[in-house]
């Protein structure tokens, strides 16, 4: 069963950081693209960054550069989120997704394997 589960979110003050781990299931990092999406109440689901199952990535919000680093473990089948300089703005549930149809990074609507998200609150 290709599953994803999210941990480390959490309430953290404007200025701080946060690391997100995202533990894979059922497939390994080097099968499958494993992307950062998140989404703030009321606002549309958003793509932060992506790593191809070779290990390259792309980050595709500028808002987020700079300030978000993405890595993996190949060993533990885990990628991680580290978040510093967090803003209120970046309030918002964040989710690992992965296509079960691709090994390269896709378009967003072709993202069909989720966790349930963690939620990250940054408060001002």
């Known amino acids: 069963q290709l599953q994803l589960v999210e941990s480390g979110g959490g309430l953290v003050q404007a200025g701080g950081s946060l690391r997100l781990s995202c533990a894979v299931y059922?497939?390994?990092?080097?099968?499958?693209?494993i992307a950062w999406f998140r989404q703030a109440p009321g606002k549309e689901r958003e793509v932060l960054s992506c790593?191809?199952?070779?290990?390259?990535?792309?980050t595709y919000l500028d808002y987020v550069k700079g300030r978000f680093t993405y890595s993996r473990d190949n060993a533990k089948n885990m990628v991680y989120l580290q978040m510093t300089s967090l803003k209120p703005e970046d309030t918002a549930v964040y989710y690992c997704?992965?296509?079960?149809?691709?090994?390269?990074?896709?378009?967003?609507?072709?993202?069909?394997?989720w966790g349930q998200g963690t939620q990250v609150t940054v408060s001002s």
């Open positions: 997704e992965s296509p079960s149809n691709s090994r390269w990074c896709v378009t967003v609507s072709l993202y069909d394997i």
């Open positions: 059922g497939f390994t990092l080097n099968d499958k693209p």
């Open positions: 790593l191809n199952s070779p290990g390259d990535t792309t």
